[in-house]
């Protein structure tokens, strides 16, 4: 069983609304990611997060808001979301930030619909 | 910049048969990191195997086993006597070694295993 655990499973929201999703490990991990996967489409990197700071943000737009409260937890806030989000959101964590010699661990994934 | 390229969109093989996923990569990286990944149905990404750059020793692990080519920058993945619970969709990564861990996936390869 995966030790990176992700609520809730499905989630379908309306463009309106405000949601979040939510993503905790308790490996001791202090890099912990968001990757989005559309169908049929390879992960896509959004966030990274070291040592509870944003080090990266590949372009995302501000409706997608990622926050991480402690080493452990990790929130993607969602607000006016279009249908084209609709995806399988994936959070990940591994060990050190400072090297890429880690193995990424990822969750079971959140499946997003808006419509 | 990196790249990793899996030509094989989709393989269908009867069980108990071998097969073997490609994975081709590009960097300009000397040290870097090979990653393998299983995503069955329900969504979770399935660390499979790491390898890093400077160690072309071939890997076994049961059924599976890894190929690391340098030589042909290949990292080819075969499972021995198929079995039908290894239908899944089967990823290779890259990872380069300086900065931020961010992996680059491969389109991904949809393997079934036919009864």
């Known amino acids: 069983d995966t030790e990176v655990t992700q609520t809730p499973k499905h989630l379908v929201m309306g463009m309106t609304n405000k949601k979040s999703l939510k993503c905790e490990q308790h490996?001791?991990?202090?890099?912990m990611y968001w990757y989005k996967q559309k169908a049929k489409k390879p992960p896509e990197l959004m966030f990274v997060y070291s040592y509870e700071k944003l080090s990266i943000n590949e372009s995302v737009p501000s409706r997608f808001s990622p926050e991480c409260p402690n080493s452990s937890l990790l929130n993607l806030h969602l607000h006016a979301l279009q249908p084209e989000d609709s995806a399988l959101y994936l959070c990940?964590?591994?060990?050190?930030?400072?090297?890429?010699?880690?193995?990424?661990?990822f969750g079971e994934g959140s499946w997003l619909t808006v419509v | 910049a990196q790249k990793v390229t899996q030509a094989q969109t989709e393989i269908s093989v009867v069980e108990k048969e071998d097969v073997t996923l490609d994975c081709v990569y590009e960097?300009?990286?000397?040290?870097?990191?090979l990653f393998w990944y299983k995503q069955p149905p329900s969504g979770e990404l399935v660390f499979l195997i790491r390898?890093?750059?400077?160690?072309?020793q071939n890997e076994i692990s049961g059924r599976y086993s890894w190929n690391f080519q340098k030589s042909t920058s290949s990292f080819n993945f075969t499972i021995t006597a198929s079995q039908v619970v290894d239908s899944a969709v089967y990823f290779c990564a890259l990872s380069e070694a300086m900065g931020a861990q961010k992996l680059v996936f491969g389109q991904g390869t949809r393997l079934t295993i036919n009864p």
């Open positions: 390898r890093n750059s400077f160690d072309e």
């Open positions: 990940a964590s591994s060990q050190d930030p400072r090297t890429a010699r880690n193995t990424i661990y």
């Open positions: 960097t300009r990286d000397t040290t870097y990191y």
């Open positions: 490996m001791g991990h202090r890099a």
